[in-house]
């Protein structure tokens, strides 16, 4: 595994800090509701700053007010310091239903000094099983860091700090599901997980170290709104500052996407070949 620090962690950090700069800040009272936790959620500082807790009792979450169809979602987070052992922190879009979509940014604590793993996934109507896991090139846990979902007719890219991570595609051509039509919303929790989050579940939660506490701003969801059964997008969707609907990685980007994947990536269901003993789910052998 490549160390930590290294000239190319660098490079990325510099990058980390220019977009996060660029990005704008919205008010998370318009955007989203704390929907779970018996108070352990808060906004603060007039919408501009969003902290969920867990103690031994419960955990906390929220969502977006809107539910979209394809779009551009940004959030800053800042994870749990410390002894993060047994806990979670989600970023994530899902429909309801019992055949649902989801695209996962997963966070899964671990002991003080081990880096986060970060734990990627998509559901197409109900399945899943497409995980794909990281380590990241710095400490999530020391600053606001920017996780970005893309998702429009074509693939969907996982960001961070805008470096692509992953890019899942639509291949519905050649018979294998893709999310287009079901309509899902933003969500975010923090909640205990010992049972397996951290090394299978043999590090379990230090109570003693509660209350955990993760931390949010500027969200910006430049997305098609779904609502009473029609989309805010048009024909026009894909020009201006839309250019998301059509977004694909250019030669730049896809060369980072491949320096973390060759540096980070930890996991990945398409080589795990014990597990599907059968055969690799057929999208792992298109590019």
Request: proline letters at 5%; a neutral charge; charged letters at 15%.
């Amino acid at each position: 595994m490549t160390s930590f620090v290294t000239s190319s962690a660098v490079l990325f950090a510099f990058l980390a800090c220019y977009f996060m700069a660029a990005s704008g800040a919205g008010n998370l009272y318009q955007d989203v509701e704390i929907t779970w936790g018996d108070g352990r959620g808060k906004i603060l500082n007039n919408g501009q700053f969003l902290t969920l807790s867990l103690d031994k009792a419960s955990g906390s979450g929220f969502q977006s007010k809107n539910q979209y169809l394809y779009g551009k979602i940004d959030m800053q987070l800042k994870l749990v310091p410390g002894n993060s052992a047994g806990t979670v922190t989600t970023f994530y879009m899902k429909s309801p239903g019992s055949t649902w979509d989801e695209i996962d940014f997963e966070f899964l604590g671990n002991l003080s000094g081990d880096p986060y793993i970060l734990h990627t996934n998509v559901f197409c109507q109900g399945n899943g099983n497409r995980e794909q896991q990281f380590y990241l090139w710095f400490d999530p846990t020391a600053d606001f860091h920017t996780y970005s979902i893309l998702w429009n007719p074509q693939r969907i890219i996982f960001s961070v700090d805008d470096t692509p991570i992953r890019e899942f595609k639509n291949l519905e051509s050649k018979g294998i599901p893709f999310p287009k039509s079901q309509p899902m919303r933003v969500y975010s929790s923090l909640w205990n997980a010992d049972d397996w989050a951290t090394r299978g579940g043999l590090v379990k939660t230090d109570w003693s170290k509660a209350p955990f506490t993760a931390s949010y701003t500027n969200y910006n969801a430049n997305a098609c709104i779904f609502n009473n059964g029609a989309s805010s997008c048009s024909s026009s969707t894909s020009s201006g500052s839309n250019a998301w609907f059509s977004e694909e990685l250019d030669t730049t980007r896809q060369a980072r996407l491949k320096w973390v994947q060759k540096n980070y990536m930890i996991y990945n269901y398409c080589t795990d070949i014990k597990r599907f003993p059968q055969g690799l789910p057929p999208e792992c052998k298109m590019s």
